[in-house]
């Protein structure tokens, strides 16, 4: 529902989230942050704010998925979202 | 360890092996829900419409639809074994475009008490309460074992839609598929089904009137 996706577009647009649409991930470069499509589709709007919200040091990738991706998957990600 | 390009590879021979069976499978289907959907065809007014056409997926368009189908659009190098097309409900699928939503119901009702052990997978688009589309998968065990069979019911103006988005942007370039999933590309999107939508309420809104003001 477009609606539902709106709120939280716009919460993650608020924390300066851009999304990558080959990968399909909500990221951002900054804080090291990325939200796998499916993982904000199931969640609700406040507990994608409260990852977002999450203490982050900004060193190394943290991946917000459904099912935690594997090394592989996440060496690749890091290798092509910069 | 493999590399990205391996698991393609791997998979563009495994579609060329399932490439006879795709195409069995789309040419039963059409034939099979086009003989169902005989009895409606035959008593359509002229403004009604109801449309059968089946497409096999290509080669290129599988593979990034199975890329797309895993978390992060990523495959996993070091499990090249996970992947099959055989995942792929629609590498054979048939699609009936039905005008106006009478016609939609009608079609739908018939094809689901035909194909009743299928699965269904309604979508829903834009801010609609209700499924804009259906979807139902299964195997047709007389064309084939390992390859499934999707069919889709969709809303004429939203299926020609489709297609005019289809060839003029996806068609050429598979990999820009996932753009759809873009939050502001689904808004501008939604725009377009709600206006189609209200375009078809309409029509069949002054059509009623007619009929009724005919009596």
Known sequence: ?82 | MTDNRAIEDHLREEYFRLLPDIRRVAEYLEAEVKYFLLPIRRKLDRYEQVVVTSRVKDCDSALEKLRRKQEGATFDTEQPTLYTLRDLSDLAGVRVLAFPSGRFAEVDDEIRKRFESWEADPISLGEAETALVHRYSGYCREASDSVRGEIQIVPMLIGLFWEVEHSAIYKPSPDLKSVATDPEMRQCASKVYEALRDFERQFEFLLGDQKLGNR
């Open chain 1, 1 to 82: 529902m477009v609606q539902a996706i709106d709120g939280k577009w716009k919460i993650l647009r608020e924390a300066e989230y851009t999304y990558d649409f080959r990968r399909m991930v909500y990221l951002n470069r900054r804080t090291k942050k990325v939200f796998s499509f499916e993982f904000v589709e199931d969640h609700s709007e406040s507990e994608v704010q409260r990852c977002i919200d999450e203490p982050s040091n900004g060193a190394e990738w943290r991946f917000y998925f459904n099912s935690p991706p594997s090394a592989s998957v996440q060496r690749e990600l890091e290798n092509v979202l910069g």
